[in-house]
């Protein structure tokens, strides 16, 4: 006997279905596009709040039929203009429903259906949806990290984590002369200040993912962003140093030990002189992160210091 259940939310599924979205026919895009409208069009004006119109159970139910929206109608690659209109319509929509930062279950709820239609919307129209990264960015690190709720902290990280691997390194080559790739650092950069604290940890993390994303070609835009972190390491009682030294040394293995001595020193000398060895965390972090370096860097700055080190000792 076959038992088949039923979801009432999936009559947004059925719907889609019925007007031809698994089939791969010419005929049926009018029909197609038309069921995007009419489902668009089914949700609540975006000018009133979730939260002043609706009781918290309804709010729930509201926001996954959203998500589940975004899943039935971005997950087809766009074949025209008034395609491309329509997918970033749905995007939008769903950012005008963001629900309060402190209201920790709606949150996570959103953070999850943005972050499916995001990378939907990537797979049906890559170009149009790099428009709309600056503002998923903007909300996560300016609203979701400032959170009380470490739920909210951690799911916005992730979130931003999955749209960095995602969308933005598989567009890296578009991005390098885009001013984007910089107006997200610097928004991802902003973590460090002390507004941040209780959420260091998720910054340092979205930071090891940057690094990796911009090269080596960016290191001039990341060298006030190491020297703070250069800072905070020195901080006395700083809670998060695990994290911050993944971060420095993911930013080794992507700037290079040069690069990166340039900016946060060693201050060795080899002689008596060296008693306190303040920057001494950062010799384990080299030792495990350095690859593919330049020798005679290493001969020119390391050699003369262990001969140094050598005859003193």
Not at 164 to 191: A, C, M, W, Y
Not at 283 to 294: A, F, G, M, V
Request: with cysteine; charged share 20%.
């Amino acid at each position: 006997m076959r038992v088949r259940f039923h979801n009432t939310n999936n009559k947004l599924v059925s719907k889609w279905k019925k007007h031809g979205a698994s089939s791969s026919n010419p005929s049926r895009t009018k029909h197609r596009d038309a069921a995007k409208l009419q489902l668009l069009a089914s949700l609540p004006s975006s000018k009133q709040s979730l939260v002043d119109i609706q009781p918290s159970t309804s709010i729930k139910h509201e926001i996954d039929r959203i998500s589940q929206f975004s899943k039935t109608t971005l997950g087809t690659r766009a074949t025209n203009a008034s395609m491309i209109q329509v997918n970033a319509r749905v995007i939008q929509t769903l950012l005008d429903r963001q629900p309060a930062k402190n209201d920790q279950q709606q949150m996570i709820t959103w953070l999850d259906g943005i972050c499916r239609a995001y990378c939907a919307f990537h797979r049906s129209d890559s170009v149009t949806c790099l428009g709309y990264v600056s503002k998923l960015f903007e909300i996560c690190m300016n609203e979701c990290l400032l959170s009380v709720y470490k739920r909210v902290q951690t799911k916005a990280t992730t979130v931003l984590k999955t749209i960095i691997k995602t969308i933005l390194i598989p567009q890296i080559d578009t991005l390098r002369s885009n001013p984007l790739l910089k107006q997200l650092f610097q928004l991802v950069e902003h973590g460090l200040t002390y507004a941040y604290t209780l959420s260091w940890n998720c910054v340092l993390h979205l930071l090891g993912a940057m690094f990796s994303l911009m090269g080596k070609t960016y290191f001039e835009l990341c060298q006030n962003c190491l020297s703070s972190l250069s800072g905070l390491r020195s901080t006395k009682d700083f809670s998060f140093l695990a994290e911050l030294d993944s971060t420095v040394g993911k930013a080794i293995q992507v700037f290079g030990p040069k690069n990166i001595l340039q900016v946060i020193p060693l201050n060795l000398t080899g002689t008596i002189k060296d008693v306190q060895l303040d920057q001494s965390w950062l010799l384990p972090l080299l030792r495990d992160n350095i690859t593919h370096t330049e020798l005679n860097h290493f001969v020119a700055y390391f050699l003369p210091i262990a001969f140094q080190l050598q005859t003193t000792g």
